[in-house]
């Protein structure tokens, strides 16, 4: 029985899909470290809604409806940071897909795999964007009681 061999066309859009391949990984990893976060967000604003349920009208009571505030804030930007995320990655599919398609088609389709390039760029930038503001969000709502702020480690 005789080898079968790949055409040489097969094996040149392999290699031109392996860069976008990586691509679609690295954006996996990140889309797990946001749904980590939004799984995070969700845990703590369901504890607060409980406190907030069964503590009194006051002090404590209003500075847990700031951070629940704060908590829907990051939940909305990190919601559409996973959005942009799995669309970026979706759209990386489609270079791979018209990659394969131009070549076994014999079909110049750089244009469009140009433009769907761009377009998930595009996605991922905003997506980091998003990501970083509830990242800031978070940084800026966190509190360390004055009782151990101001204490020093012995």
Same mark, same amino acid.
């Given at each position: /029985? =005789?080898?079968?061999?790949?055409?040489? @066309? +097969?094996?040149?859009? +392999?290699? #031109? &899909?392996? &860069?976008?391949?990586?691509?679609?990984?690295? +954006?996996?990893? *990140? #889309?797990?470290? /946001?749904? %980590?976060?939004?799984? !995070?967000?969700?845990?703590?604003? !369901?504890?607060?809604?409980?406190?907030?349920?069964?503590?009194?009208?006051?002090?404590?009571? @209003?500075?847990? /409806?700031?951070? #629940?505030?704060?908590? @829907? !804030?990051? =939940?909305?930007?990190?919601?559409?940071?996973?959005?942009?995320?799995?669309?970026? %990655?979706?759209?990386?599919? *489609?270079?791979? &897909?018209? *990659?394969? %398609?131009?070549?076994?088609?014999?079909?110049?389709?750089?244009?469009?795999?140009?433009?769907?390039?761009?377009?998930? /760029?595009?996605?991922?930038?905003?997506? *980091?964007?998003?990501?970083? =503001?509830?990242?800031?969000? &978070?940084?800026?709502?966190?509190?360390?009681?004055?009782?151990?702020?101001?204490?020093?480690?012995?």
């Amino acid at each position: /029985m =005789m080898p079968t061999t790949i055409p040489n @066309d +097969i094996v040149d859009i +392999i290699q #031109l &899909a392996v &860069a976008p391949v990586f691509l679609i990984a690295g +954006i996996g990893a *990140l #889309l797990n470290v /946001m749904t %980590a976060r939004l799984a !995070r967000v969700i845990d703590r604003s !369901r504890v607060l809604e409980n406190l907030i349920r069964t503590a009194p009208e006051g002090e404590v009571r @209003d500075e847990h /409806m700031v951070e #629940l505030h704060a908590l @829907d !804030r990051r =939940m909305k930007h990190v919601n559409w940071a996973i959005a942009l995320s799995t669309l970026a %990655a979706l759209l990386v599919c *489609l270079v791979i &897909a018209t *990659l394969f %398609a131009s070549k076994l088609l014999s079909v110049d389709l750089s244009q469009l795999i140009a433009g769907l390039f761009i377009a998930t /760029m595009l996605a991922l930038i905003l997506s *980091l964007v998003l990501f970083f =503001m509830e990242i800031s969000i &978070a940084a800026q709502t966190l509190r360390i009681s004055r009782e151990f702020r101001h204490r020093r480690r012995r």
